[in-house]
Structure formats: C-alpha cells, structure tokens
C-alpha cells in the first residue's frame, strides 16, 4: 500500500460517492415521488462505484492509506445516511437501522484495532453478501413502489446478514489477535 495521498482516480470516484451522500438523503427527505426516483438512481450510482474505485486503485497501483481509509468509511456512510432518512420519513424502524449501523461501525473498529496490531481482516464473501443485500434493501425502499412485505423481507434479510457477517468477523479477528499468545504471567501471586 502506497503511503501517497494525491488524488488519483480511485480517490476521485471514492470522493464522489461521498459527495454524493447529502444529496441522495435529500432526496429522500423531500418525499415526492421524483425525489425518490432521483435518490434512488443516485443511491445505486453511489452504492456500484464501491466496487469500482478498489478495482481502480488495484489495477493501477495506486493503492493508499487514504483510499484504504475513505472507501469503506464512504461506504458506511452512504448506507446510515440513506437509513436515518428513512427512518425520518417513516419507511424504516430505527432497530432495523440501529442494527445495521451499529455492526458496520464496531467492525470498522475492530478493523482498526486489528491494524494497531500489523493485521488485515480482509472483507470476507459474506460480508460482501451483507453489503449488497444492505443495498438492494435500502435503494428498494428509497424507490417505494412495493409493498410493504417485500420492504420487510429484503430488510430482514439484510439485518439476519448484517448479525452473521458481524459475527463472522468477530470470531476471526478474535482468532487472529489471540492465537499463539502466552497468557501473561501473573505478578500480582494470586493463583
């Protein structure tokens, strides 16, 4: 991973959806139906370029901690932006997204404290699972021409996702910043 921050095209795109965010959430709070098809073009828009700018910052080795930093936290962002707005509209419970934001966050953590500790906890397919299924949840829900039901199923499922997933990723950095170790010693004499 390169240490040089200068903007690059994976950077651009990352910054992007970023900018983006604000005006996909007022779109949402607008509440008119051609708010919501905008926002929910735009959502998709913002949700696709995840997978774009890594493959840019990989293909030309520009990978940097900037990127590396700014692509997930975009990504989170986007995901509790467009959930807190439709909360404020009334189309999500706030449990659902006190779920899902919550997980998001304490992985992203848990992620940094692995890295305090020289180790990568690598997106796992679930985890990608989680993310798309997030996704498509979310941008149907911004659409609002289903019914209710699906809304829920496709919430469900990405909440059930969100748990596993988060688990997952629990277990494994709890695996990776513990194997090996030696219990410390202890000083204090008492058995």
Excluded: H
């Amino acid at each position: 991973m390169s240490g040089r921050s200068s903007l690059n095209p994976a950077l651009v795109v990352t910054a992007a959806r970023i900018a983006l965010i604000p005006i996909v959430m007022v779109l949402i709070l607008v509440d008119d139906e051609g708010g919501r098809y905008w926002a929910f073009g735009l959502y998709v828009l913002a949700a696709a370029t995840d997978s774009l700018d890594g493959w840019l910052a990989r293909s030309r080795g520009e990978v940097t901690v900037a990127g590396a930093f700014l692509d997930p936290l975009a990504d989170k962002l986007l995901v509790a932006g467009a959930l807190l707005c439709l909360i404020e509209v009334g189309d999500v419970s706030a449990w659902i997204a006190m779920i899902i934001i919550t997980r998001e966050f304490a992985v992203t953590g848990l992620r940094l404290i692995a890295v305090r500790e020289d180790l990568v906890i690598p997106a796992s397919n679930l985890g990608k699972l989680k993310t798309l299924s997030q996704n498509v949840a979310i941008a149907w829900v911004i659409l609002n021409v289903a019914p209710q039901w699906q809304y829920d199923a496709l919430l469900y499922l990405a909440v059930a996702l969100t748990v596993i997933s988060g688990a997952y990723y629990f277990i494994m950095a709890r695996r990776r910043l513990f194997e090996g170790r030696v219990p410390a010693p202890d000083v204090t004499g008492d058995p």
